[in-house]
């Protein structure tokens, strides 16, 4: 397959996580890989949500190879990080379900052992700023792409591409938060996977279309017993189920802002 258009490269944005917990069980989730323009030069993270890296025993970022600039298709390489939890920096806000890792070391960690990483990067300069937000409609169709429930295409390492539409509009705050909803079937293991709003070029419709990096999914909404609707994080644990309660496909996204805030924190952080 040649990675010859943009949504063939939103397949190449994601990383899967797999995960044992400390219970024992294995969970999965959604990571991808951001580059970010910084006082400080350009740099790439892995970005995922804060509650997929805490209270894991073990954990491992699986990657497509890449030979002479091309993806392997099918080999696959599974970086292992040490003591999972402490390698994740934090969004210095604890409210906020956001959690990155610089992509260098793992890059040179995977090159130690004779391999190439193929993936291709979230520009974010692709993040919508408040003025942007406001040319955004109330209702906009939504992409987003990871392993809902764990399943992928494990023999081509192909995450799922889903779709769906804004639920609130993203310009406001949802409950006051640098969040909004999205109408779509969020699963366990779409936790940490990146949302983009996709817009028609209406003067082009058949040749161009437009891509923005609108955030993260951190959680889904459940009904619970008592018909009350309640937001939770969407579990790590592939096999997790919520008793007495189902999900209702309304997902909670985290604006792309809180990425770029918890990357200049970052790199903030280490030039002190």
Do not use: C
Not at 29 to 36: I, L, N, R, Y
Not at 218 to 247: C, D, H, K, W
Request: hydrophobic share 45%; no cysteine; net charge negative.
């Amino acid at each position: 397959m040649e990675i010859n258009t943009l949504s063939k490269k939103l397949l190449f944005n994601t990383i899967r996580v797999d995960t044992v917990l400390e219970d024992g069980s294995e969970g999965s989730g959604t990571a991808f890989v951001v580059s970010h323009a910084h006082r400080r030069g350009t740099h790439t993270f892995i970005v995922t949500n804060r509650h997929l890296v805490d209270g894991v025993r073990r954990g491992g970022l699986v990657f497509t190879q890449k030979h002479n600039g091309q993806p392997l298709i099918g080999k696959r390489f599974q970086l292992n990080i040490d003591d999972f939890p402490h390698a994740w920096f934090l969004h210095p806000d604890p409210e906020v379900d956001l959690a990155i890792v610089p992509m260098r070391p793992l890059e040179q960690a995977a090159r130690d052992q004779g391999v190439e990483l193929y993936y291709h990067v979230i520009d974010s300069r692709l993040a919508p700023d408040a003025a942007a937000l406001l040319t955004l409609d109330a209702l906009e169709e939504v992409l987003f792409v990871g392993y809902p429930s764990g399943v992928w295409d494990h023999v081509n390492l192909m995450p799922i591409l889903r779709r769906g539409t804004t639920a609130t509009p993203i310009a406001l705050d949802f409950e006051g938060r640098p969040e909004f909803l999205i109408d779509a079937a969020v699963y366990p293991g779409s936790s940490g996977s990146p949302v983009f709003v996709y817009q028609p070029d209406l003067l082009r419709p058949n040749q161009s279309r437009k891509f923005l990096f609108a955030g993260v999914i951190a959680a889904v909404f459940f009904r619970e017993e008592a018909n009350q609707l309640v937001p939770g994080p969407v579990p790590a644990n592939t096999y997790a189920t919520v008793m007495g309660s189902e999900m209702i496909d309304l997902g909670l996204v985290i604006k792309a802002q809180a990425v770029i805030e918890v990357m200049n924190a970052y790199l903030g952080h280490w030039a002190e």
